[in-house]
């Protein structure tokens, strides 16, 4: 995604957790607080801690909510300012099907993704005003760490519920969130970027 985007004139800046901790509002904001402009904020840490309800520990839920979700608001908290002044900017949030269409433990990482969705909606209403647009994509299966482990019995499983018989890929992601940054009149809304019907 970096590629396509500086192929399309962004600066971009791709901080890991060493550099920026979206858990910590310290670290987001000394992080943040330093830039005198910003057009584009791409909300892409994710994390998962799988495990049924019952064995789903206070300690995994606290961390994959506070990444996936908090990270996504403390750090567009940190850039709204910014982008209110110059009356411009876009914030695009990276969710998952997750959200729409849980499986068997995913509680809290479904519920993160979920939260996105009701994030997206209301900032696209209370900064729209200042020429604000806020999206949310849902990328689809893609072959990332995160899915590296899977079976191969789950990746058929997958790919036997997209009715084109293929997963999206990074590629096609990317492309699709370079779109979008560039657009002027989208805000507010949900993307899957998949065949899932």
């Not at 979920?114 to 209301?122: R, Y």
Request: aromatic share 6%.
């Amino acid at each position: 995604m970096s590629r396509h985007l500086q192929e399309a004139g962004y600066d971009v800046r791709t901080p890991g957790r060493e550099d920026l901790d979206v858990r910590e509002s310290d670290s987001v904001s000394s992080y943040f607080e330093p830039l005198e402009k910003l057009d584009l904020l791409i909300n892409n840490a994710g994390i998962t801690s799988d495990a049924l309800l019952a064995r789903q520990t206070p300690a995994a839920w606290d961390d994959v909510l506070k990444t996936n979700l908090k990270g996504a608001h403390l750090c567009s908290q940190a850039v709204a300012p910014l982008m209110m002044r110059q009356r411009d900017g876009s914030i695009i949030n990276i969710g998952s099907y997750s959200a729409l269409h849980p499986p068997p433990g995913q509680t809290a990482y479904a519920a993160s993704k979920a939260g996105l969705i009701g994030l997206t909606k209301s900032y696209a209403k209370e900064l729209g005003k200042r020429n604000i647009r806020t999206n949310l994509v849902l990328p689809g299966f893609l072959d990332t760490k995160m899915t590296s482990s899977l079976s191969e019995a789950a990746r058929e499983a997958a790919l036997a519920r997209h009715v084109l018989r293929r997963f999206n890929t990074i590629e096609e992601a990317a492309r699709f969130v370079c779109f979008l940054a560039g657009t002027l009149h989208i805000s507010g809304q949900v993307f899957q970027l998949d065949s899932r019907a």
